[in-house]
């Protein structure tokens, strides 16, 4: 068991809110290259490129993805509109499907968007994780 074995039916590429500024997710607040990803923000349902882009809209306070969400597909690669876990995200550096390359920038930004115990967080972005069982977490389908 290497690769996680869930099948990736074609989700319908989600709407994303926000000011985007092009169709790889970039927003005028986060508009590096690598800046492809948009996150669904569990509080609304909806897929913004950033908080800043979610705070602009919407008056409510974030709700954050915690460590029962790990199944959820909570964010968007822009590069190729694959929607990937809170967990395939977190222990990814670039996209399982594109390739492409993540901002190693957004981990600085993580609690923002993650309610995680660090040392999960730690646990998920750790190379020797990836052929291990994941003894804690919900089972990944
Ligand atoms: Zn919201
Ligand atoms: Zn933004
Ligand atoms: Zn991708």
Redesign the pocket.
Known sequence: MTAPSEAAPSRPTPQVHGRTIDAQTRCVHYGDPSDIIALK?K??G?FYPCYEC?DEA?T?A??RWGDADLNEHAVLCGACSRQLTVAEYLGAARCPACDAEFNPGCKLHRDIYFDLPATLADDLTSPDRAECGTASAPHIP
Request: proline share 0%; with cysteine; charged share 10%.
């Open positions: 923000f509080c609304c909806n979610h919407v409510h974030i709700e």
